[in-house]
């Protein structure tokens, strides 16, 4: 099992980024994945989830309404869109495989999202 984060960067408050997670190694239209961050000296939290087949998605009290995750199970390949960015959204995301964080068994190695003008 792989999973490969990519997109972060530098934005400014109110701007957008797409991250990405490109995944192989699993069948991966059988498996709810999701994204979390991560900001040092703090604990993890989690952003979001989606289903197997896209059906279904949560979000974090904080992200609901900026962010929306989604996926493309012909490309194995797990999105997020984020905009309207705001300083507190600078932390390290990352994409796992399962819904809550609870049930994560893989995750990938990180990409940086600074927030900041």
């Known amino acids: 099992v792989q999973l490969v984060d990519s997109g972060g960067g530098l934005a400014q408050p109110g701007g957008s980024l797409r991250l990405s997670c490109a995944a192989s190694?699993?069948?991966?239209?059988?498996?709810?994945m999701s994204w979390a961050r991560q900001v040092p000296g703090k604990g993890l939290e989690w952003v979001s989830g989606?289903?197997?087949?896209?059906?279904?998605?949560d979000y974090a009290d904080s992200v609901k309404g900026r962010f929306t995750i989604s996926r493309d199970n012909a490309k194995n390949t797990l999105y997020l869109q984020m905009n309207s960015l705001k300083p507190e959204d600078t932390a390290l995301y990352f994409c796992?495989?399962?819904?809550?964080?609870?049930?994560?068994?893989?995750w990938g190695q990180g990409t940086q999202v600074t927030v900041s003008s």
């Open positions: 989606i289903s197997g087949d896209g059906s279904n998605s």
């Open positions: 796992a495989r399962g819904f809550f964080i609870n049930e994560y068994d893989y």
């Open positions: 190694g699993f069948t991966f239209s059988s498996y709810a």
